[in-house]
T-cell receptor
Framework: DVKVTQSSRYLVKRTGEKVFLECVQDMDHENMFWYRQDPGLGLRLIYFSYDVKMKEKGDIPEGYSVSREKKERFSLILESASTNQTSMYLC????????????????FGPGTRLTVL | TQLLEQSPQFLSIQEGENLTVYCNSSSVFSSLQWYRQEPGEGPVLLVTVVTGGEVKKLKRLTFQFGDARKDSSLHITAAQPGDTGLYLCAGARDYKLSFGAGTTVTVRA
C-alpha cells in the first residue's frame, strides 16, 4: 500500500514564525503536491513537484515556498506565518503515469491542521 | 467562485435510502475523479471517469460522467453508515486538477 506521512497532525504557531511542514511518501512516486483545505472552498493547490528539485506554483502560492531535495520528501514552508494561513494542509503523491499527472491517482496523507495565533 | 459546484452541500439520510450527489461546471474536463474523505483522514480516490457518457459502478456506488464532460453524478444505493464522509469531485483541465467544495454525507443507522 502507498503510504504518505505528514510530520504533524496538529500544529500551533504564532504570527511571524517560520513554519515547516514535512511530507514523505514510500512508493517512489514522481509527483508530489501540497494543498490546503478550507470549509466551503474544497482543496486548493499551493505547489507541486514532478521531479527532485523541480517545483511549480499552483493556484495559491503566495506566502508559501517548497523544497524537494529527495524524491520521497516534499516540504512546505511558510516564511512568515499569518492568521489567514490557519488551515488543514494536505500532501499528496502520484506515480507519474503516461496518462498524465492530472489523471493519476493521488494518494493523500492524513493532513496537518495548522493554527496560527 | 468554484470551477466545480457540488450539490447539495450537506445530506443526511437514513440507512437503506438512496442518495445522489452532483458535480457541475460550465467548463469541459478531460477527466473527472471522485474522492471520499473521512474525518481526520486525507481523501481517497473512488473512481476516475474519462469518457463522456461513461458510467462506472463500484458495488453500491454508480458514477456517471456527462455527455459533454462538464458534469458528473454519484449515486449510492441502499446507503450504509460506512458511506458517511465528505465526497469530493475533481476535474482535470488545463494541466491541473480543480476540486469542488464537497458534499458531506451522513448516513444514520
Amino acid at each position: 500500500d502507498v503510504k504518505v506521512t505528514q510530520s504533524s497532525r496538529y500544529l500551533v504557531k504564532r504570527t511571524g514564525e517560520k513554519v515547516f511542514l514535512e511530507c514523505v511518501q514510500d512508493m517512489d512516486h514522481e509527483n508530489m503536491f501540497w494543498y490546503r483545505q478550507d470549509p466551503g472552498l474544497g482543496l486548493r493547490l499551493i505547489y507541486f513537484s514532478y521531479d527532485v528539485k523541480m517545483k511549480e506554483k499552483g493556484d495559491i502560492p503566495e506566502g508559501y515556498s517548497v523544497s524537494r531535495e529527495k524524491k520521497e520528501r516534499f516540504s512546505l514552508i511558510l516564511e512568515s506565518a499569518s492568521t489567514n494561513q490557519t488551515s488543514m494542509y494536505l500532501c499528496a503523491s502520484s506515480l507519474g503515469e503516461a496518462g498524465g499527472m492530472w489523471t493519476d491517482t493521488q494518494y493523500f496523507g492524513p493532513g496537518t491542521r495548522l493554527t496560527v495565533l | 467562485t468554484q470551477l466545480l459546484e457540488q450539490s447539495p452541500q450537506f445530506l443526511s439520510i437514513q440507512e437503506g435510502e438512496n442518495l445522489t450527489v452532483y458535480c457541475n461546471s460550465s467548463s469541459v474536463f478531460s477527466s473527472l475523479q471522485w474522492y471520499r474523505q473521512e474525518p481526520g483522514e486525507g481523501p481517497v480516490l473512488l473512481v476516475t471517469v474519462v469518457t463522456g457518457g461513461e458510467v462506472k459502478k463500484l458495488k453500491r456506488l454508480t458514477f456517471q460522467f456527462g455527455d459533454a464532460r462538464k458534469d458528473s453524478s454519484l449515486h449510492i444505493t441502499a446507503a450504509q453508515p460506512g458511506d458517511t464522509g465528505l465526497y469530493l469531485c475533481a476535474g482535470a483541465r488545463d494541466y491541473k486538477l480543480s476540486f469542488g467544495a464537497g458534499t458531506t454525507v451522513t448516513v444514520r443507522a
